[in-house]
């Protein structure tokens, strides 16, 4: 009788065992395929650009603002010497580049950009309960880092799905939620604007979306008030 008992548990257990083991490959399967789909919209989206760029003929790299704005500056203190023969010029060129290099390099590691190339919607706002902003976008859409930095995490959460955290290295940290697939790792440098996942819906989601927070001196702060969407 005990054999018997011994053995009716040891089925029971393995019946368990299987419909979990079930379960969790159907869900790889699902998260798989997702993250196909997306790669297969991300690699369309590509080859758009590559065919528009043929069509268009372009060949030429256009001149930066960085350049522009150096060169609108150059021009001005060559005008203002012309003017002023004999005179000292109270700032120099260099001076000037020297500032605007500083202003920039402060600005490439603030999150102050849009998180995703393209449209979206936004599905949910900041909130006391809400840490982040929810944006809707189709799957597959690039997600961009909105400032350079380090990624500080790149995981699976069971809630957030696929999840990228990067530290701007100035107190400032952003969290990039239900991806579809991140490509960088932990301790990979990104510069501001570089694509760093694909929207998808991972984790507890319904439908494709990034869920995106700024973190400053570990508080959440309101995207939307740090970005202009």
Do not use: W
Not at 75 to 82: A, F, K
């Amino acid at each position: 009788m005990k054999i018997l008992l011994i053995i009716c548990i040891i089925l029971v257990s393995a019946n368990i065992y299987l419909i979990f083991d079930n379960s969790a490959q159907r869900s790889r399967s699902v998260a798989l395929e997702q993250e196909n789909q997306a790669l297969t919209v991300y690699i369309e989206s590509l080859q758009d650009k590559i065919q528009q760029l043929e069509v268009s003929g372009e060949s030429s790299i256009d001149i930066s603002k960085d350049q522009k704005i150096r060169d609108l500056l150059d021009s001005y203190l060559q005008n203002r010497s012309q003017h002023q023969v004999g005179l000292e010029a109270s700032i120099t060129t260099e001076e000037l580049r020297v500032d605007l290099e500083d202003y920039q390099q402060q600005q490439r590691f603030i999150p102050d950009i849009r998180p995703i190339v393209g449209e979206f919607a936004v599905s949910q706002k900041f909130s006391e309960r809400h840490k982040g902003v929810d944006l809707a976008s189709p799957l597959g859409t690039e997600v961009v880092a909105t400032a350079a930095g380090v990624v500080k995490s790149a995981y699976e959460d069971r809630y957030f799905g696929n999840v990228i955290i990067i530290d701007h290295l100035n107190h400032y940290m952003t969290f990039y939620a239900h991806l579809a697939k991140f490509f960088h790792q932990e301790g990979f440098f990104v510069e501001k604007g570089q694509t760093i996942g694909l929207v998808g819906s991972s984790g507890f989601s319904q439908s494709p979306h990034l869920h995106y927070e700024i973190i400053h001196r570990g508080e959440n702060i309101d995207p939307e008030t740090a970005t202009s969407y």
